[in-house]
Nanobody, 116 residues
């Protein structure tokens, strides 16, 4: 499975961005896809997840502001980020869990910077 993330950038506090993650390769084996983020000096943390059945879950810090969704026809997962805060600044990574053992695959990171 190959994952291509895009959509990061610089945005002012209160602004919005939408990240995209396009999957290719063994996509039929994908069980769930997620977005993680890692700020300098911090561990990578789970931001949002969507299962094959469409169930979503979010980190408490982004609930009500971020929305994960998918377009099955395009094999793409999105992360709509609204009301962005400086604390959301991080490198965002796309993740897919594949196969019966939920093997993780990672895309390249995309930088999100929230600053005035």
């Amino acid at each position: 499975v190959q994952l291509q993330a895009s959509g990061g950038g610089l945005v002012q506090p209160g602004g919005s961005l939408r990240l995209s993650c396009a999957a290719s390769g063994g996509i039929r084996g994908v069980n769930a896809m997620s977005w993680y983020r890692q700020a300098p000096g911090n561990q990578r943390e789970l931001v949002a997840k969507i299962t094959n059945g469409g169930r979503t879950s979010y980190a408490d810090s982004v609930k009500g502001r971020f929305t994960i969704s998918r377009d099955k026809a395009k094999n793409t997962v999105y992360l709509q980020m609204n009301s962005l805060e400086p604390e959301d600044t991080a490198v965002y990574y796309c993740n897919a869990l594949v196969g019966i053992n939920n093997i993780p695959f990672w895309g390249q990171g995309t930088q999100v910077t929230v600053s005035s």
